[in-house]
């Protein structure tokens, strides 16, 4: 079992940065690919990004390409979701989530993660 908890969310201003915590419990987290999803108001919960289980490969959404950036510190069993250069269309509940069948990989899919977080909440003013 994989207990995953999100931090760092906030009110913050357009153009502003924001950086997302995910602190995981359980052994397993250094086999994990991990990954942040996002739900906007009124949308459906979608893909933001994800982090293989050594950390070298990663993927985005064409939405946040070139302005977020996940990392992830396996030695303290936590992942990052660094957010600069937000914008107002940013603003959602932010989502960690974890994928043991898929930790060699970079899955971008719901249904291909295993454990979820409870969601942090990033507001962007304009």
């Known amino acids: 079992q994989v207990h995953l908890v999100e931090s760092g969310g906030g009110l913050v201003q357009a153009g502003g940065s924001l950086r997302l915590s995910c602190a995981a419990s359980?052994?397993?987290?250094?086999?994990?690919?991990m990954g942040w999803f996002r739900r906007a108001p009124g949308k459906e919960r979608e893909f933001v990004a994800t982090i293989s289980w050594n950390g070298l490969s990663t993927r985005y959404a064409d939405s946040v390409k070139g302005r977020f950036t996940i990392s992830r510190d396996n030695a303290k069993n936590t992942v990052y979701l660094q957010m600069n250069s937000l914008r107002p269309e940013d603003t959602a509940v932010y989502y960690c989530?974890?994928?043991?069948?898929?930790?060699?990989?970079?899955?971008?899919?719901?249904?291909?993660?295993?454990?979820w977080g409870q969601g942090t909440q990033v507001t962007v003013s304009s």
């Open positions: 359980g052994r397993t987290f250094t086999t994990f690919a």
């Open positions: 989530a974890g994928s043991g069948t898929y930790g060699y990989t970079t899955p971008t899919r719901m249904h291909e993660y295993d454990y």
